[in-house]
Each structure stands twice: as structure tokens, then as C-alpha cells.
């Protein structure tokens, strides 16, 4: 497989939303759950972290608590609205992942196709 810098970093970015994406579902389905509080990732930061690591494979996305939230009385902090939010927002950076990945795949194959017909 072709490799560069380019494409592990939008390996990366895919990895992170799938990630996210995940958190943010864990998020919803536990809105009623007594005490149960917000999980997220910084993205950004850990989108920096992944790509200036030699070795990805090992490096786990550092999932926290989300602080600053309305607290139920039940203790539980999950708000659907933001997890709507953010789960559109995940889905739009995968989405542009995807895009990215494709767009460099056609120029791969364009030159592939290019060079074999000369």
C-alpha cells in the first residue's frame, strides 16, 4: 500500500472520529443513567498527539470527563443537544476524511493509469 504523511494523518483523523463517535452514542444512551457523567476527547490535541507519534498502533485516544455542565439532580450531565451537536460535527469530519482519502486515491490511481499508457 501506498503510504505518506498525508494519508496517516487522514487515517488518523478517521480513527479519532470513529472514536469520538463513540463517546458521543455512550453519551446518549446513558442519558438517564443516575450519576453518570460526559466523556469526551479534545480532538485537536489529540489529532496533534497521533500525528507526532512514530508508533500510532499503541496510542489510545485519551477519553475525560466533560466539565462545566448542567447537572441533573440525579448527577447525571449528559445534555442531548450538545451530543447532537457533536455528533454532527464528528460525522462532518469523517465524512471530509473519507473525501480527502478518495481524492488521493483517483490521483494515485490517474497516475498509475498515466504512466502505464506512455
Known sequence: MIEDASMTALERVLDLAVF???LVLSNMANI????YR????????????ACSRFEYAS??????QVLGLVER????NVSLERERLLLAD???RFNAGVQ???????????AIHEGSSS
Open 100 to 110: 480527502l482519502l478518495r481524492d488521493r486515491f483517483k490521483l494515485i490511481s490517474s
Open 38 to 49: 460526559t466523556r469526551d476527547i479534545d480532538f485537536r490535541h489529540e489529532l496533534e498527539r
Open 90 to 92: 464528528t460525522q462532518l
Open 32 to 35: 438517564d443513567t443516575p450519576g
Open 73 to 76: 439532580p440525579d448527577g447525571n
Open 59 to 64: 496510542l489510545a485516544p485519551a477519553a475525560r
Open 20 to 22: 469520538r463517535s463513540e
